[in-house]
């Protein structure tokens, strides 16, 4: 890594959390004596890497300007979108004074409280002299399946699969202009590195903690304190 490399954080935080059937978004939910987002925002800011973090929070949420952490000097508030790229996109836009074509930038979930520094500088030190960029996944250790209409069609090749983590990496101007083609496209972008595969590059995986868990259910709360507690 060099030292003239720069590094900013994007935190799309724009979802509402259905499945959690909290009645608020899983980000504000309490964990340890905090709401999720915090534990997360404040493990991004220990790891020493970030320049600044954008947060990309819904107009009409009124959670986050309460938050303490929202008013930290490295925290930037951008407006969220409709889906998890128009977020991240609004982040990307938000920093263009701020950022250059070629800083990195770190793209992490609001609900993956369990991200450790280690991880961190894993990512920023194997990528910062590559060529496109990378993301945290896991190998998969489960027998997979194809389903259609509830029966299974086909047993697939667990080997070749990963699942994707965060924080994903990736050069300001880069991943800026894969997701403005992609919006341009209406093609279909469920994460950064899929913006960016579908420019036919080939992001680098590398292999993160199993602890990196994303909360999603309300039972995931439980096992990220637990974790969280474990590390």
Known sequence: M???????GIVPAAGVGKRMQAGKPKQYLPLAGRTVIEHTL???LDSDVFEAIAVAVST?????????MSKHPKILTAEGGKERADSVLSGLIYLEDRASDE???????????CITRDD???LVTILSKHS???????PSHDTLKNVEANKI???????????????????YSLLKNALLDAAEKNATVTDESSAIELQGLQPEIISGRP??????????LALAEFFMGQQ
């Open 60 to 68: 009409e949420d009124p959670c986050w300007p309460e938050l303490e």
């Open 2 to 8: 060099n030292s003239s490399d720069k590094f900013w």
């Open 42 to 44: 404040n493990r991004l």
């Open 153 to 171: 069609t086909e047993t697939i090749d667990r080997n070749q699969i990963w699942r994707a983590l965060t924080p994903q990496m990736f050069r």
């Open 103 to 113: 800083d990195w930038v770190l793209v992490h979930d609001a609900a993956r409280p």
């Open 132 to 138: 496109t960029g990378g993301i945290l996944a896991l």
């Open 211 to 220: 602890d990196n868990i994303k909360i999603t259910r309300p039972e995931d």
């Open 120 to 122: 961190i500088w894993l």
